[in-house]
């Protein structure tokens, strides 16, 4: 009766309808709006310059734009900078802030991501368990393993500890039966979280002499950033951009529930499996480079769908631009705020993220599932 | 088109569908009836390929086993019992959903695929609906925002699972009407579930009665719909009378 290559509604072929056929006017697909990308890389711009600018030495921002713009390929400008400003800006905090441009973009696009395959609004790296997963993995390479000196294992030692502790999140989330309620989800999380935790610790008691090493890594890195840093994360943080980018309408088709993205042509484990890996490489990167920094993921993505709706078309390229942006700030105000110490950045997103986590917590709804 | 042999759906093992031998000719409208738990759902659901089962299902000839997933989706367009309903999405958004059997794995909506939602929005007077939030909807409203979205699949085959399920008597019609209408302008074959016996016959061309999982009648309603047939399967006792487009089926306290 009808041909696999399917026909339009009143037995018209879908393509036999000229563009033409639409008013100008007409309702556009969700999708990224050119003025919240604009936006976006505005605030990212800002957020670099700033970064790059503030901090023990203060640094002029207009020589800081021209510094950076001197450093793109066959570009020459006299910043007006001194030797020594120069040296702070490029060999102390661009690395820094590249780095903190990084670790955000990852963490606020996993977030994204995990809140869309596990179609719950709760869903972050660290709830899920994911980061302590990554922790425990780069812990037992340092404190079992050898040298750190294949730094680029370090990662993939973090991807390996994410991907057990998601898998082992989402087995006991389910353990409930079909009620698969996102509250279930996240005390599963918990659970995990703290049990691979608790691992963690024991291996450090148990090496006592690594004990400095992992945690100075713990407590985040972004502060003794180099440029090498930058180099080992950068390759995850692409392939991760790449995939979940490339999957956001098949997102916006699982916001309908598996039983009908399935009967819309959809394979919805797959789809949900790639998604999860990539969030959790990504997450991986970040905690490898960065330590634990919590809530990331829930406070870019929830401000962003209150901002501009819930199509995960605009949520995840603006997740990973004021991702970015966001954590460079936080950085800059976790540097900066304590006088002459610094506060460790994942205390400045708590302390930021847990009343949003509340917030979120009470307005969103029950997901049917 | 949909042919059924031998259809038996397992959950759990328990066998929930048995050897269900069901034909649905080009344009035709046949309804699925019979108590709670007699596996209405649950066949549809199979001859949607959506769930695993033994037999042979054939949409159109082809075994719908052996349909790649996106041509099934161009083949047959479901509307389950109560869908889900995404916060925050807006209505055209929805309805474009249904388009995702036409688009690549990793493409965006063509024109010719937004022109389709546009067409189907106006065919059920939802245009003025398009840029709200499908949450912000009355029930009837919204079940004819659901219809819109499989029939924006393009599919020639619809199932409906209890499409009425949720709505007053007036919005009831109004979508059978509705259903009814796109059937005949549009060549489609409905196979619906429903419970309400009177509706269920008024609009089906055949009926089939489910009792736990086996056909127990079939055929046009006035040979479904009777009275020994109903309190057999029902256990209820009911008066058949003679209606102008079925037979109308009402309770009895005994």
Same mark, same amino acid.
């Given at each position: 009766?009808?041909?696999?290559?399917?026909?339009?509604?009143?037995?018209?072929?879908?393509?036999?309808?000229?563009?033409?056929?639409?008013?100008?006017?007409?309702?556009?697909?969700?999708?990224?709006?050119?003025?919240?990308?604009?936006?976006?890389?505005?605030?990212?711009?800002?957020?670099?310059?700033?970064?790059?600018?503030?901090?023990?030495?203060?640094?002029?921002?207009?020589?800081? #734009?021209?510094?950076?713009?001197?450093?793109?390929? +066959?570009?020459?400008?006299?910043?007006?900078l001194s030797e020594r400003e120069a040296a702070i800006l490029t060999e102390l905090r661009l690395?820094?802030?590249?780095?903190?441009?990084l670790v955000g973009a990852m963490l606020a696009l996993a977030g994204a991501a995990y809140q869309?395959?596990?179609?719950?609004?709760? @869903?972050?790296?660290?709830?899920?368990?994911?980061?302590?997963?990554?922790?425990?993995?780069?812990?037992?390479?340092?404190?079992?393993?050898?040298?750190?000196?294949?730094? +680029? /294992?370090?990662?993939? @030692?973090?991807?390996?500890? /994410?991907?057990?502790?998601?898998?082992?999140?989402?087995?006991?989330?389910?353990?409930?039966?079909?009620?698969?309620?996102?509250?279930?989800?996240?005390?599963?999380?918990? @659970?995990?979280?703290?049990?691979?935790?608790?691992?963690?610790?024991?291996?450090?008691?148990?090496?006592?002499?690594?004990?400095?090493?992992?945690?100075?890594?713990?407590?985040?890195?972004?502060?003794?950033?180099?440029?090498?840093?930058?180099?080992?994360?950068?390759?995850?943080?692409?392939?991760?951009?790449?995939?979940?980018?490339?999957?956001?309408?098949?997102?916006?088709?699982?916001?309908?529930?598996?039983?009908?993205?399935?009967?819309?042509?959809?394979?919805?484990?797959?789809?949900?499996?790639?998604?999860?890996? /990539?969030?959790?490489?990504?997450?991986?990167? /970040?905690?490898?480079?960065?330590?634990?920094?919590?809530?990331?993921?829930?406070?870019?993505?929830?401000?962003?769908?209150?901002?501009?709706?819930?199509?995960?078309?605009?949520?995840?390229?603006?997740?990973?631009? *004021?991702?970015? #942006? *966001?954590?460079?700030?936080?950085?800059?105000?976790?540097?900066?705020?304590?006088?002459?110490?610094?506060?460790?950045?994942?205390?400045?997103?708590? *302390?930021?993220?847990?009343?949003?986590?509340?917030?979120?917590?009470?307005?969103?709804?029950?997901?049917?599932? | 088109? %949909?042919?059924?042999?031998?259809?038996?759906? &397992?959950?759990?093992?328990?066998?929930?569908?048995?050897?269900?031998?069901?034909?649905?000719?080009?344009?035709?409208?046949?309804?699925?009836?019979?108590?709670?738990?007699?596996?209405?759902?649950?066949a549809l659901r199979a001859i949607g390929g959506l769930l695993p089962f033994s037999g042979t299902?054939?949409?159109?000839?082809?075994?719908?086993? &052996?349909?790649?997933?996106?041509?099934?989706?161009?083949?047959?367009?479901?509307?389950?019992?109560?869908?889900?309903?995404?916060?925050?999405?807006?209505?055209?958004?929805?309805?474009?959903?249904?388009?995702?059997?036409? %688009?690549?794995?990793?493409?965006?909506?063509?024109?010719?695929?937004?022109?389709?939602?546009?067409?189907?929005?106006?065919?059920?007077?939802?245009?003025?609906?398009?840029?709200?939030?499908?949450?912000?909807?009355?029930?009837?409203?919204?079940?004819?925002?659901?219809?819109?979205? =499989?029939?924006?699949?393009?599919?020639?085959?619809?199932?409906?699972?209890?499409?009425?399920?949720?709505?007053?008597?007036?919005?009831?019609?109004?979508?059978?009407?509705?259903?009814?209408?796109?059937?005949?302008?549009?060549?489609?074959?409905?196979?619906?579930?429903?419970?309400?016996?009177?509706?269920?016959?008024?609009?089906?061309?055949?009926?089939?009665?489910? =009792?736990?999982?086996?056909?127990? =009648? =079939?055929?046009?309603?006035?040979?479904?719909?009777?009275?020994?047939?109903?309190?057999?399967?029902?256990?209820?006792?009911?008066?058949?009378?003679?209606?102008?487009?079925?037979?109308?089926?009402?309770? %009895?306290?005994?």
């Open positions: 009766m009808i041909s696999p290559a399917g026909r339009g509604p009143a037995g018209r072929k879908p393509g036999s309808r000229q563009p033409a056929d639409r008013d100008p006017g007409s309702r556009k697909p969700a999708g990224l709006r050119p003025v919240w990308l604009a936006a976006a890389v505005l605030s990212l711009l800002a957020a670099v310059i700033a970064g790059l600018a503030l901090g023990s030495v203060r640094l002029p921002p207009a020589g800081v #734009a021209v510094e950076l713009l001197d450093l793109l390929p +066959g570009v020459h400008l006299n910043s007006g690395p820094r802030v590249v780095l903190g441009l869309g395959a596990f179609r719950n609004p709760l @869903a972050d790296p660290h709830l899920l368990g994911v980061a302590a997963g990554a922790g425990l993995g780069v812990t037992a390479m340092i404190v079992l393993g050898a040298e750190v000196t294949a730094q +680029g /294992a370090v990662p993939a @030692a973090a991807f390996a500890g /994410a991907l057990c502790a998601v898998a082992l999140t989402w087995l006991l989330g389910a353990a409930g039966g079909r009620d698969r309620s996102p509250a279930a989800l996240i005390l599963a999380g918990v @659970a995990v979280s703290s049990f691979l935790s608790a691992v963690q610790t024991y291996l450090l008691q148990r090496h006592v002499d690594s004990l400095q090493q992992v945690y100075s890594w713990l407590l985040g890195r972004l502060g003794t950033a180099g440029w090498r840093d930058v180099l080992v994360v950068l390759p995850y943080a692409l392939v991760t951009a790449v995939i979940v980018l490339s999957r956001r309408r098949e997102l916006d088709v699982l916001t309908v529930g598996d039983a009908e993205a399935r009967s819309l042509g959809l394979h919805p484990q797959r789809s949900r499996y790639l998604l999860i890996i /990539a969030a959790s490489l990504g997450t991986a990167a /970040a905690v490898s480079v960065s330590g634990l920094i919590g809530f990331v993921g829930i406070i870019v993505p929830h401000t962003i769908r209150l901002l501009t709706g819930p199509s995960y078309r605009s949520l995840l390229p603006l997740s990973l631009l *004021f991702g970015a #942006a *966001f954590l460079v700030l936080t950085d800059l105000l976790a540097r900066t705020a304590g006088g002459a110490a610094e506060i460790p950045i994942g205390v400045v997103t708590a *302390f930021l993220g847990a009343p949003f986590f509340i917030l979120v917590l009470r307005t969103s709804r029950a997901v049917q599932t | 088109m %949909i042919k059924t042999e031998a259809l038996t759906v &397992r959950l759990d093992g328990t066998p929930v569908v048995q050897d269900v031998d069901l034909d649905v000719a080009e344009g035709e409208w046949v309804t699925v009836i019979g108590p709670n738990g007699a596996g209405k759902s649950t299902v054939r949409l159109n000839g082809v075994p719908v086993d &052996r349909m790649h997933r996106r041509d099934r989706a161009r083949a047959v367009a479901t509307v389950v019992q109560s869908p889900v309903v995404p916060p925050g999405m807006l209505v055209f958004d929805y309805v474009l959903l249904g388009r995702t059997p036409y %688009i690549a794995p990793l493409g965006r909506e063509s024109e010719a695929d937004l022109a389709v939602a546009d067409e189907v929005l106006a065919a059920l007077d939802l245009a003025p609906f398009a840029g709200r939030r499908l949450e912000t909807l009355s029930g009837g409203e919204r079940q004819r925002v659901f219809l819109a979205r =499989a029939l924006a699949q393009g599919a020639g085959i619809l199932l409906l699972d209890e499409p009425t399920s949720a709505l007053d008597i007036g919005h009831q019609q109004e979508v059978l009407e509705l259903v009814d209408r796109l059937r005949t302008e549009r060549g489609l074959t409905v196979l619906a579930t429903m419970h309400d016996l009177t509706t269920a016959g008024e609009y089906a061309d055949r009926m089939l009665l489910l =009792a736990a999982g086996r056909v127990v =009648a =079939a055929g046009r309603p006035a040979q479904v719909l009777t009275e020994e047939i109903l309190a057999e399967h029902y256990r209820v006792k009911v008066r058949v009378i003679a209606g102008d487009h079925g037979p109308l089926v009402l309770p %009895i306290r005994t």
